[in-house]
């Protein structure tokens, strides 16, 4: 209900949000496949790691940036839990991200070893299941 009394002067920061959110989600599940069904491809290594720096990356900023704008023009009493679910997995994600890119550009440059795609797809995994969480907290915000 409150969202049908939401002024159009949100709509924009709103859907950039939602839009960031959006991409960053399907480049780390983009990202994930890659790494995980890269094996010895070289090809896929390079992929994986394009998408985190140029999809992943940049969607994550739009993410952020239009949250932090969305925020600061709504007056949500207290601290929501489903707010701060959001928060948690944003800020956190940048440590991922950081990790995941060089860990991303070492498999492009050392094809012979796994570790490296190996850590890809398991911090990929990672990060995928906290947007998961985030986006069910934040579209459905549970406890309000």
Known sequence: MVALV????W???LFLHVLGA????????????AAGKSGASLMLRQVA?????FLV????FLMRVAG???NSREDIPGDPGWLSTGYIVGDAGV????????AAWWATRRPDRRWPVITVTLLASVYLAGLLVA?????????T
């Open 11 to 13: 709509n924009l920061p």
């Open 22 to 33: 959006t991409i960053l989600v399907g480049g780390v599940a983009a990202t994930t496949l």
């Open 135 to 143: 986006m069910f907290a934040m579209s459905g915000k549970p406890g």
């Open 68 to 70: 932090e704008w969305t």
């Open 95 to 102: 440590l991922f991200l950081l990790v995941t890119a060089i």
């Open 6 to 9: 939401r002024p159009d002067s």
């Open 57 to 60: 990356i940049p969607a994550w």
């Open 49 to 53: 790691f394009r998408t985190v720096i």
